[in-house]
């Protein structure tokens, strides 16, 4: 029996990406609505209740009206926004990061899918700090570049639209200047550090693509580890997670530049612990397509643990 599915909001840039990833499945019954009734608030209830999941593709005032409209206490929603991340009553879908996660995740109704920038933060970080190799105490700082997609149609007309003022040949631009991004309080929420880091975003002219970096003294680390212990700490944290995969030394040493691009068009994240034991400094990045497993792929892989099927169905590792 197939799983009715409505994305609400499927005509945005994260539904869309959903759609191109269950478009051949015969385990999925979608559930549409045609241009003239998207936006009739009766017929978008109807397809809520109809479904057995629901994906919020919507900003986040949306989103919270769009679930206050859910009378059916048998539908499962996904929340693409950043209303309800740091939300009580709901489970964080970052699948990996904790041990029992996707146990929570098979048997959960109400679901937050995880921002782009948190997914590449969270995976560097949060196994150090559950372990006690970070002190929770720790100052933090999070650099991080983007393709455009990311900032959603607005930012993709800004960069691909002349009569939005777009076509621009600006190859990168630094944001968030008010250290206020959206995306913090879900960082410090599920990393476990006492403070928020200081997260400091950029956008580059590349559609797709995500590159997440967190600097470190290795001595400001408990029991002053090596980039061997790193590694090996996040490779024990993951083992069995399809979608991310602990770059191992062969694999990092050597290594000059990573391409924003290089995850793009896939739904993994790549982990890379690079390392100068003589200046004792390390720096933990993150490679992930922002569109992948930064938005549309995590959701997919979501709808798949809640409805009981093999996570990384649809998607491409």
Not at 33 to 45: N, V
Not at 83 to 100: D, N
Not at 130 to 146: I, N, Q, T, Y
Not at 231 to 251: N, Q, T
Request: glycine letters at 10%; a negative charge.
């Amino acid at each position: 029996m197939s799983v009715r599915l409505f994305i609400d909001g499927a005509a945005g840039t994260t539904g869309l990406e959903i759609r191109e990833r269950i478009s051949e499945r015969r385990d999925l019954a979608l559930v549409t609505l045609d241009d003239a009734r998207r936006k009739d608030p009766a017929a978008r209830a109807e397809a809520l209740n109809q479904a057995d999941v629901v994906i919020l593709c919507l900003p986040d005032d949306a989103a919270i009206e769009a679930v206050g409209l859910i009378e059916s206490n048998s539908v499962k929603v996904i929340d693409a926004s950043t209303a309800h991340r740091t939300a009580s009553g709901w489970t964080y879908g970052f699948a990996e990061l904790e041990a029992g996660r996707r146990a929570e995740l098979a048997t959960a109704t109400r679901v937050s899918n995880p921002g782009c920038y948190p997914t590449g933060f969270l995976a560097l970080v949060r196994p150090l700090i559950r372990e006690g190799l970070m002190p929770a105490s720790l100052p933090v700082s999070v650099d991080a570049a983007s393709g455009y997609s990311g900032g959603g149609k607005a930012m993709i007309a800004s960069f691909e639209d002349p009569a939005a003022g777009g076509a621009t040949a600006t190859a990168y631009r630094a944001y968030g200047l008010g250290l206020a991004h959206k995306h913090v309080p879900e960082m410090h929420a599920h990393s476990g550090l006492d403070q928020a880091p200081v997260f400091t975003p950029s956008v580059v002219r590349t559609y797709r693509g995500m590159i997440v970096g967190v600097s470190l003294s290795l001595d400001s680390l408990t029991g002053a580890p090596d980039a061997a212990r790193l590694r090996e700490l996040l490779a024990d944290s993951y083992v069995g997670a399809p979608l991310i995969r602990v770059m191992d030394a062969a694999a990092t040493t050597g290594v000059a530049s990573l391409d924003i691009e290089r995850c793009a068009g896939t739904d993994r994240m790549e982990l890379f612990v690079f390392a100068n034991e003589r200046s004792r400094q390390a720096r933990l990045v993150a490679v992930l397509d922002n569109l992948g497993k930064g938005a549309g792929g995590a959701a997919v892989q979501n709808l798949n643990l809640m409805a009981g099927m093999d996570e990384v169905t649809g998607l491409v590792v």
